[in-house]
Nanobody, 124 residues
Framework: QVQLVESGGGLVQTGGSLRLSCAASGHTLGSYTLGWFRQAPGKEREFVIVISWSDGSTYYADSVKGRFNISRDNDKKTVYLQMNSLKPEDTAVYYC?????????????????WGQGTQVTVSS
């Protein structure tokens, strides 16, 4: 229902920071949930952080609380993931995702639009 284009991945050292961007186009985002999942090599895709477009409510995975933050730009239809205090276990392909519901949940099956993914690598 919406198209997602993400960017901002790269290679950083432990303790470093990165900011990911996800630009949405297509359907209005008024009732959508947007955010990120990630998938490490040999692992299943997992929930990271999302934001409800309607009221700005945010939902976090326990593993990133206190380190990752999500924000939005309504005019640009863009969401940002600010990643701080990065750890090697954060290494993964990060996927922007959108749900047509105001809260898409923590499972990949609740999301119906996906970006192409961007690689984040954190060295020891």
């Amino acid at each position: 229902q919406v198209q997602l284009v993400e960017s901002g991945g790269g290679l950083v050292q432990t303790g470093g920071s990165l900011r990911l961007s996800c630009a949405a186009s297509g359907h209005t985002l008024g009732s959508y949930t947007l955010g990120w999942f990630r998938q490490a090599p040999g692992k299943e895709r997992e929930f990271v952080i999302v934001i409800s477009w309607s009221d700005g409510s945010t939902y976090y995975a326990d593993s990133v609380k206190g380190r990752f933050n999500i924000s939005r730009d309504n005019d640009k239809k863009t969401v940002y993931l600010q990643m701080n205090s990065l750890k090697p276990e954060d290494t993964a392909v990060y996927y922007c995702a959108a749900s047509s519901k105001s809260y898409g949940g923590r499972l990949i099956y609740g999301y119906d639009s996906w970006g192409q993914g961007t690689q984040v690598t954190v060295s020891s």
